[in-house]
């Protein structure tokens, strides 16, 4: 059978057990209760925050034999709806080609009594990308909408309804759910599923899931195949390549002694294992953030990550702080147009570790005597890790700048908009569903096994010195998951190794890795997160079983610098691909 994801099994089945968004329950409770059901709702919001959840359960509410309002989960309509088959509930994809005429021919079908339940429900998922067509029924049937029919229209793209629609529909707006109403959630599940946790493990899992329910079910989902018996913070920085708070600390710290050499060493050690190095450049922001607002307030209840007795012992001045953080800012703003981030990400450090004339001692001293243990970081890196001949401390100075003497500057709050925080972050392979699904048409079993038989050894044959080293380190972080005569995929746990090995940085490297070791020409490599993996597989045994797998296609790997990379007539796309590089 195949796998169920968590984030589907636990799809909430009452307005409890949705997490955030209660002013919507509020509001669509009251309409019941006060039986004013209007006829079209748009649901609007971020993705994975319980759109079409709440819709279904909203469904239910209308139809549950029970009574109007309640969500019994046991009478037949309820669980009719559950199971995606009441005959008066339409669930239709509307930026799918079958959503295109289902959205027609039902609409047309509006006028028809409900048939099992008190209320025919139409969901329409993704309106905006609805046909003119389809639009056009909709629009007339809203326009003078029959009794006992209820629209649910949902988008994450409410500016691309047209105004026609948005004047004729009671609008809600989801909004990200908060980390705690998110470790609420996946504590609500992990409980059901006897599975034992570390409550600051879920903190980390919600903060990267960034407001979205369904992401950080996705990532607990991995958490709970990688840790055995029970989910720990530790596992989950080494599972997503997340470094300690010591570790960014450390960072900070050898900054402000100006010690490039081992804030490098220590940044090129994380790299190896797999740290996702933007996601690194936003928590240093966050700690700079923090760091700000305690020197400033001296208050701890302000701080958002850092803990009071790890933020008191940095004296760092608010003025070098300020002046970090622009540093910071501004080059968090360059990764979109960046090939290598690793490389940027150093030059940033080098940058924040060059300071003015005059200040170098004073933050010196400060720092040595707030942090004793600091040394022994230091020497513990210089036994843990190998000498870098290329990084040779350049201790670099530039001339003093006139900084404001104001010790108590509070950076501007749109210097960190999200936006800012969110952008790009290098060229690299745009992995979406109808390519990998293509690629799965096309694999080849028995050449995946083969890959999978001699992928450690023949990886293990390239040596430290060799420039490849590090791509083959990054490979035997990952397993082939699907090969075909053009691409192979692989599959890793590690969110920063995926994305790194997409980098068009590292695809041409990747290809010569592949003819080097097994003898394949012309051969594209791109990584998958096991998770993303796993949805694909879903999605291609969906499309099995409804015997609808596309026919294989040409496969055209594009990359997020270019929208169509449509390869020239002939020749496949490696070769383009090796042609556009000039190898
Ligand atoms: N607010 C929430 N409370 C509890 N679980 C949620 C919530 N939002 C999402 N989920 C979880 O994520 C899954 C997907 O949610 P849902 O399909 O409702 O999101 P959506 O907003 O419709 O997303 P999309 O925009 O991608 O269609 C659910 O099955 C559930 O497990
Ligand atoms: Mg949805
Ligand atoms: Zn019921």
Redesign the pocket.
């Known amino acids: 059978m195949a796998y169920k994801a968590?984030?589907?099994?636990?799809?909430?089945k009452t307005f409890s057990?949705?997490?955030?968004?209660r002013a919507i329950i509020k509001t669509l409770k009251n309409s019941i209760a006060q039986d004013k059901i209007a006829h079209a709702y748009l649901?609007c919001?971020?993705?994975?925050?319980?759109?079409?959840?709440?819709?279904?359960l909203f469904a239910k509410a209308l139809n549950c034999s029970t009574g109007q309002g309640n969500q019994c989960n046991k009478c037949e309509n309820c669980l009719a709806i559950m199971n995606g088959n009441h005959p008066d509930v339409y669930e239709i994809d509307a930026a799918s080609n079958s959503g295109v005429e289902n959205v027609r021919n039902l609409i047309e079908q509006v006028g028809f009594a409900p048939i099992m339940g008190r209320y025919k429900v139409y969901i329409i998922?993704?309106v905006h990308s609805m046909s003119p067509s389809a639009f056009n029924a909709l629009l007339k049937t809203l326009e003078e909408p029959p009794a006992n029919v209820v629209f649910i229209l949902?988008?994450?793209e409410p500016n691309k309804v047209l105004p026609t629609i948005l004047s004729r529909v009671q609008r809600y707006d989801?909004t990200k759910?908060s980390d705690k109403?998110i470790v609420l959630?996946m504590k609500q599940i992990l409980e059901t599923e006897g599975i034992e946790y570390e409550e600051s493990a879920l903190k980390l899992i919600a903060r990267m899931a960034d407001g979205?329910?369904?992401d950080?079910?996705s990532l607990l989902d991995q958490a709970i195949s990688y840790c055995a018996d029970k989910i720990k913070e530790k596992e989950i920085y080494s599972l997503f390549g997340l470094l300690q708070i010591e570790d960014k600390i450390n960072i900070i710290r050898f900054c402000h002694l100006n010690d490039v050499k081992s804030a490098l060493e220590l940044v090129r050690k994380k790299a190896d294992e797999g740290a996702d190095i933007v996601r690194l450049h936003d928590d240093l922001i966050n700690i700079y953030k923090d760091l700000l607002i305690y020197g400033t307030t001296k208050d701890s209840s302000l701080l958002e990550c850092l803990k009071p007795e790890e933020a008191s012992p940095i004296t760092i001045s608010t003025t070098e702080i300020r002046r970090d953080l622009d540093i910071l800012i501004q080059a968090r703003r360059n990764y979109k147009n960046v090939i290598n981030v690793l490389d940027e990400f150093e030059l940033t450090i080098i940058k924040i570790s060059m300071k003015p004339e005059g200040e170098q001692e004073k933050s010196k001293v400060a720092i040595e005597k707030s942090e004793p243990s600091l040394k022994s970081s230091l020497e513990h890196i210089e036994k843990t890790e190998p000498k870098n001949s290329e990084i040779n401390n350049p201790t670099p100075s530039i001339k003093s700048e006139p900084i404001s003497s104001s010790e108590h500057t509070i950076i501007r709050s749109s210097a960190l908009s999200n936006d800012d925080l969110k952008e790009g972050e290098g060229a690299s392979v745009i992995i979406d569903e109808k390519t990998i699904i293509n690629i799965m048409v096309q694999g080849n079993k028995k050449m995946k096994q083969n890959l999978i038989k001699d992928w450690k050894n023949q990886l293990e044959t390239i040596l430290p010195s060799d420039r490849l080293y590090y791509l083959s380190k990054s490979l035997l972080k990952c397993l082939p998951a699907i090969a075909c005569d053009e691409v192979i995929v692989v599959k890793t746990f590690f969110k920063g190794v995926a994305s790194n090995l997409n980098l068009l940085s590292n695809q041409e490297n990747l290809t010569v890795l592949m003819r080097d070791l097994f003898n394949l020409e012309d051969i594209r490599v791109v990584a998958l997160q096991n998770s993303k993996y796993i949805d694909f597989v879903n999605t291609f045994m969906n499309y099995n079983q409804a015997n609808s797998l596309p026919k294989p296609e040409k496969i055209v790997l594009r990359n997020s610098n270019q929208n169509d990379e449509q390869g020239s007539e002939g020749k496949t796309n490696a070769q383009n691909f090796v042609e556009s590089l000039g190898i």
């Open positions: 968590l984030y589907r099994t636990y799809r909430p057990e949705v997490v955030g968004q649901f919001g971020p993705r994975g925050t319980g759109k079409t959840s709440m819709a279904r998922d993704e949902a988008t994450t989801f759910v109403d959630r979205g329910v369904r950080a079910l």
